[in-house]
């Protein structure tokens, strides 16, 4: 299972990829324009944090397939790396998926439904990610796309993997993985949440006020 940070903030990514198994980063246009920075400077930096083996996931603005493929090149030279360029499924950018294979990876993003993600990954791209919050807010089952979209996927043998995104609880997050996705990416929130449980903080809590009870100040190493 992969696992990666939806996020191009600086500071979230090295805490982050300090504290967790981190095995890449994702972008879209909103969480770049978040941090109101020139673009390729912002992405640079990202890459000399994470390093040039994790993956980083780039999307691209153009919605004709020969301005996506002229974007996906140049974002490529620019940052270079394990790097994907994240291609939304409309019909254009379909064609730019086919037209980049075998030349550089890309994932098909924006995706709400398996058909969508069959004719991506049919056209050769390397993951597809499908937004489960956004598909439950609109009385759609997130969960249950991403298992039909893992499904089709492995009844056809593609090399095509599933990238869940779109998250804003861990109940969403535990049903893609029980549902076989190949990749999660989540926020930094997220990621917090996943690790939190009170009992645990209280259990820990626990141990400190009995050791401390015994032992005092002492340290197990002094
Ligand atoms: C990933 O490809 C998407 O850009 C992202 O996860 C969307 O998340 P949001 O629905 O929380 O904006």
Wanted: with cysteine; charged share 25%; proline share 3%.
């Amino acid at each position: 299972m992969l696992l990666l940070m939806d996020t191009a903030n600086i500071k979230e990514i090295k805490q982050s990829i300090e504290m967790y198994p981190i095995d890449g980063v994702t972008t879209n246009p909103s969480i770049i324009a978040k941090e109101k920075r020139d673009f390729i400077e912002l992405l640079k930096e990202i890459r000399d944090i994470i390093g040039y083996d994790k993956m980083l996931h780039v999307q691209v603005i153009s919605q004709k397939a020969d301005e996506i493929v002229e974007e996906a090149k140049y974002i490529n030279k620019e940052i270079g790396g394990n790097l994907y360029i994240k291609i939304p499924v409309i019909p254009e950018g379909i064609k730019a998926i086919k037209m980049l294979k075998g030349e550089i990876k890309t994932t098909a993003t924006a995706v709400f439904t398996p058909q969508q993600a069959l004719i991506a990954a049919k056209s050769g791209a390397d993951f597809v990610a499908p937004y489960v919050n956004r598909l439950d807010n609109i009385s759609a089952n997130g969960i249950k796309v991403v298992s039909n979209i893992v499904k089709l996927i492995n009844i056809y043998n593609f090399n095509t993997k599933v990238i869940a995104a779109s998250f804003k609880n861990v109940e969403q997050i535990y049903g893609v993985c029980m549902a076989g996705a190949h990749a999660i990416t989540v926020n930094y929130d997220m990621i917090n949440q996943m690790i939190f449980h009170p009992m645990t903080d209280w259990s820990v809590l626990q141990f400190v006020k009995d050791w401390e009870n015994f032992y005092g100040n002492k340290k197990i190493r002094t």
